[in-house]
C-alpha cells in the first residue's frame, strides 16, 4: 500500500493533466477595486471564532497562512466566462513560501499541517460566489462540524474544504461584466467582496432547508440542504437550485 503522502502527489499529478485545458479559462489578473462600486455579496468572519478553542501556536499559523493566502486572492478580475481557481491563485502551501502549521482536517479528522485554517478563506469564497449569482464549478463539503453555531452568519454547510491540488473550489463569471474579488484581513477580521462597475439586476437570497441532528452509527450528525434563489430586482424568482447538500459528524 502506497504511504499517503506518495497518494497524495500523484492525485496532484493526476489534476495537473486535468487542469491543462482550463489554463485559458483561469483568471490571474488584477484590477483596482475602486473601479468596480457596486457589491454583489460582501462577508466578514473573526480570525478566532472562539477564544482559545485552538491551540495558540495552530491558531498563529492559522492566521499567517490566511493572510498570505489573502494577498494573492485579493483583487482578482474575473472577466465574463473566466473561472476562479482556488488552488492556481494561492498555489501549494510551504514553509519556504512563509507557511506555517495550522490546524486542518485529514481524513474528516483533526490534524495539523502547513497551510492549516485556509478553509476560512475557501468557506468565505463559497459563501460570496454563491450570493454574487457566480456558477459553483467546483466544491468540496466538509466532513466534520467542529463548532457550535457561535457568531455563525449563514446557515450551516455554507462552507468548502480545499486540498492541494486536487480538492479545489472554482466558480465561473456568467454575469456579461467583470467583477472583482476582494479579501483583506482588517481588525482581526477576514473581509470579502464580490463587486462589479454596474448595479445588478438580481438578487440572490441562500436558504437552510430540512436541518436535523440525527444518530448514526453511534456518531452524532448533521444534515441540512442550501438552496439558492435568484429573483429579479421586483422579486420575482428567476431560478431556485439545490446548492449544497451537508451531512457531517458533529464534534461538540
Not at 43 to 55: D, L, T
Not at 232 to 238: L, V
Amino acid at each position: 500500500m502506497l504511504p499517503l503522502c506518495i497518494k497524495a502527489e500523484l492525485l496532484c499529478l493526476r489534476r495537473a493533466v486535468e487542469n491543462i485545458p482550463w489554463r485559458n479559462r483561469f483568471s490571474t489578473c488584477k484590477g483596482d477595486a475602486s473601479k468596480y462600486v457596486y457589491i454583489l455579496a460582501e462577508r466578514f468572519s473573526p480570525m478566532e471564532r472562539v477564544k482559545g478553542a485552538i491551540e495558540p501556536r495552530l491558531q498563529k499559523g492559522k492566521e499567517r497562512n490566511v493572510a498570505i493566502a489573502s494577498r494573492a486572492i485579493d483583487r482578482t478580475v474575473l472577466e465574463a466566462g473566466q473561472v476562479f481557481s482556488y488552488h492556481r491563485l494561492v498555489g501549494r502551501p510551504s514553509r519556504w513560501r512563509g507557511f506555517r502549521s495550522g490546524l486542518q482536517l485529514l481524513r474528516d479528522e483533526e490534524s495539523e499541517g502547513i497551510g492549516g485554517g485556509l478553509c476560512q478563506i475557501s468557506n468565505m469564497l463559497f459563501q460570496l460566489a454563491a450570493e454574487a449569482g457566480m456558477l459553483i464549478v467546483e466544491r468540496h463539503r466538509h466532513g466534520l462540524d467542529l463548532f457550535p453555531d457561535h457568531v455563525r452568519t449563514a446557515p450551516f454547510g455554507c462552507g468548502a474544504t480545499v486540498r492541494y491540488n486536487y480538492n479545489d473550489l472554482r466558480f465561473e463569471n456568467p454575469l456579461p461584466y467583470a467583477v472583482i474579488v476582494n479579501l483583506q484581513i482588517v481588525d482581526e477580521q477576514l473581509r470579502g467582496s464580490i463587486a462589479a462597475p454596474c448595479e445588478p439586476d438580481f438578487e440572490v437570497l441562500l436558504e437552510e432547508r430540512d436541518h436535523r441532528f440525527y444518530r448514526d452509527n453511534g456518531w452524532r450528525m448533521r444534515e441540512n440542504k442550501i438552496y439558492r434563489v435568484i429573483a429579479s430586482r421586483d422579486g420575482m424568482a428567476i431560478k431556485e437550485e439545490l446548492l449544497a447538500h451537508n451531512r457531517c459528524r458533529v464534534m461538540y
